[in-house]
């Protein structure tokens, strides 16, 4: 039996890699069409298909000619097709190499307006090329270009104080070398001045309204790993319907991504209530830091200063999130404490916890009532796990009390 189930193991394994594989090949034939995709657009618009049919049938109907004329010649060189071929590819692609050339008049003739046509149609070609390249250069810097990045952050939306934001992300090593999208309605030479302003960030641009889909897929934000939200005052946006397009942002960005991390800057302290139903994971209203920081400083001079430093995204001590460690699963905080300082972690203030969800099983009483059991029988038909959790709250547990028990999944926060 124990090698049965160790074969029957073994099996799975062969084809849950098979399936991994699969969905690799999958995934890479999806790209590889996207890519095709946009590419072939820059060149259909561009005429180059047109100008390599051009140089294809100048090239076959030169070897063509140039072997009818010549394979009559006493001395003539060229005995095979093949050889016509090979000379007017290699003519009309570079000076030529002399191994083969023409002895007649007519096929030095040939010869002759084969070299001009090359002049002309590689320098078309070239430049034709060249040309598609530097539209797609001055696309991106105008912000029309779909962007192909990965595990990128995207900002959606400008006011004044957006640059505040560049500057902690260019102060975060974490953050410093990921792409960073920027989604509003900015002149191109604004973008520029923020690129030469901002030299330590990877900056990308891409112009339009955050609120539509189709913008979104432009800066790649199905493949983001987190997107901050700022109260839009670009383009002529006013700031008085800035929030409403803060939440019209947020829902379309859910739309293409919904694993990415979403924090939203908003004006209205009402508006939060609109943003955590569209599942956005952080909320910060405009002034309330700034006024708590502003109390604080009335009653101790050094608290707004300390604050201030843990908050940074400099090298120094900050307040950070870590993953706790599975040995300190069911410890408590006085015991897991002195780990994080032994093993230079920093020092332990508090976790963010998930609460236990309520289940289907826990709405169902143990009674035997024909209508639970009319409800348990259904829920079984459908193959739908009774015992399945919702999604629990978030529990947020600073400086908890010595006897507050780690929970599987808890966030852990440190000063280090």
Same mark, same amino acid.
């Given at each position: 039996?124990?090698?049965?189930?160790?074969?029957?193991?073994?099996?799975?394994?062969?084809?849950?890699?098979?399936?991994?594989?699969?969905?690799?090949?999958?995934?890479?034939?999806?790209?590889?069409?996207?890519?095709?995709?946009?590419?072939?657009?820059?060149?259909?618009?561009?005429?180059?298909?047109?100008?390599?049919?051009?140089?294809?049938?100048?090239?076959?109907?030169?070897?063509?000619?140039?072997?009818?004329?010549?394979?009559?010649?006493?001395?003539?060189?060229?005995?095979?097709?093949?050889?016509?071929?090979?000379?007017?590819?290699?003519?009309?692609?570079?000076?030529?190499?002399?191994?083969?050339?023409?002895?007649?008049?007519?096929?030095?003739?040939?010869?002759?307006?084969?070299?001009?046509?090359?002049?002309?149609?590689?320098?078309?070609?070239?430049?034709?090329?060249?040309?598609?390249?530097?539209?797609?250069?001055?696309?991106?810097?105008?912000?029309?270009?779909?962007?192909?990045?990965?595990?990128?952050?995207?900002?959606?939306?400008?006011?004044?104080?957006?640059?505040?934001?560049?500057?902690?992300?260019?102060?975060?090593?974490?953050?410093?070398?990921?792409?960073?999208?920027?989604?509003?309605?900015?002149?191109?030479?604004?973008?520029?001045?923020?690129?030469?302003?901002?030299?330590?960030?990877?900056?990308?641009?891409?112009?339009?309204?955050?609120?539509?889909?189709?913008?979104?897929?432009?800066?790649?934000?199905?493949?983001?790993?987190?997107?901050?939200?700022?109260?839009?005052?670009?383009?002529?946006?006013?700031?008085?319907?800035?929030?409403?397009?803060?939440?019209?942002?947020?829902?379309?960005?859910?739309?293409?991504?919904?694993?990415?991390?979403?924090?939203?800057?908003?004006?209205?302290?009402?508006?939060?209530?609109?943003?955590?139903?569209?599942?956005?994971?952080?909320?910060?209203?405009?002034?309330?830091?700034? !006024?708590?920081?502003?109390?604080? %400083?009335? #009653? *101790?001079? $050094?608290?707004?200063?300390?604050?201030?430093? &843990? =908050? @940074?995204?400099?090298?120094?001590?900050?307040?950070?999130?870590?993953?706790?460690?599975?040995?300190?699963?069911?410890?408590?905080?006085?015991?897991?404490?002195?780990?994080?300082?032994?093993? !230079?972690?920093?020092?332990?203030? %508090?976790? #963010? *916890?998930? $609460?236990?969800?309520?289940?289907?099983?826990? &709405? =169902? @009483?143990?009674?035997?009532?024909?209508?639970?059991?009319?409800?348990?029988?259904?829920?079984?038909?459908?193959?739908?796990?009774?015992?399945?959790?919702?999604?629990?709250?978030?529990?947020?547990?600073?400086?908890?009390?010595?006897?507050?028990?780690?929970?599987?999944?808890?966030?852990?926060?440190?000063?280090?």
């Amino acid at each position: 039996m124990q090698l049965r189930g160790h074969a029957q193991e073994g099996g799975r394994q062969r084809v849950r890699r098979r399936e991994t594989r699969r969905e690799a090949l999958r995934k890479m034939l999806r790209e590889m069409r996207r890519l095709y995709a946009r590419l072939y657009g820059d060149i259909a618009r561009s005429g180059l298909p047109a100008l390599l049919a051009v140089f294809v049938i100048a090239v076959l109907a030169a070897a063509v000619l140039v072997y009818f004329v010549e394979r009559g010649a006493d001395d003539g060189m060229f005995k095979r097709f093949f050889d016509g071929i090979w000379f007017a590819v290699v003519t009309i692609g570079t000076v030529g190499y002399g191994d083969t050339y023409p002895v007649t008049d007519l096929g030095r003739g040939i010869a002759t307006l084969l070299i001009l046509a090359g002049i002309v149609l590689t320098s078309l070609i070239s430049g034709t090329v060249a040309s598609i390249f530097v539209e797609r250069r001055i696309r991106e810097g105008k912000g029309l270009q779909e962007l192909r990045v990965k595990n990128h952050l995207v900002i959606c939306g400008w006011n004044p104080d957006a640059e505040a934001v560049l500057r902690g992300l260019e102060s975060s090593p974490d953050t410093r070398a990921k792409p960073i999208a920027l989604v509003n309605w900015i002149e191109a030479e604004a973008f520029d001045a923020l690129k030469a302003k901002f030299p330590g960030l990877d900056l990308r641009f891409v112009r339009g309204d955050f609120t539509q889909e189709s913008v979104l897929k432009r800066a790649a934000a199905k493949t983001a790993q987190a997107a901050i939200f700022l109260p839009d005052a670009s383009g002529g946006n006013s700031t008085a319907n800035a929030d409403e397009r803060t939440v019209l942002g947020c829902l379309a960005f859910r739309e293409v991504n919904r694993e990415a991390t979403l924090s939203a800057e908003i004006l209205r302290p009402e508006s939060e209530q609109h943003l955590r139903r569209a599942a956005v994971d952080n909320v910060v209203v405009v002034g309330a830091i700034e !006024g708590f920081l502003l109390s604080a %400083g009335s #009653l *101790s001079a $050094a608290l707004p200063t300390a604050a201030a430093r &843990l =908050l @940074s995204n400099t090298d120094g001590p900050h307040l950070q999130e870590m993953v706790v460690p599975p040995s300190l699963i069911g410890k408590t905080f006085a015991e897991a404490a002195p780990w994080f300082l032994a093993n !230079g972690k920093g020092v332990l203030v %508090g976790f #963010l *916890s998930t $609460a236990r969800g309520v289940s289907l099983h826990d &709405l =169902l @009483s143990d009674d035997s009532s024909a209508i639970d059991a009319f409800i348990r029988r259904k829920f079984s038909e459908a193959e739908i796990d009774l015992e399945a959790e919702t999604e629990g709250a978030r529990e947020l547990a600073l400086a908890p009390g010595p006897d507050h028990v780690i929970r599987e999944g808890d966030i852990a926060f440190v000063i280090g």
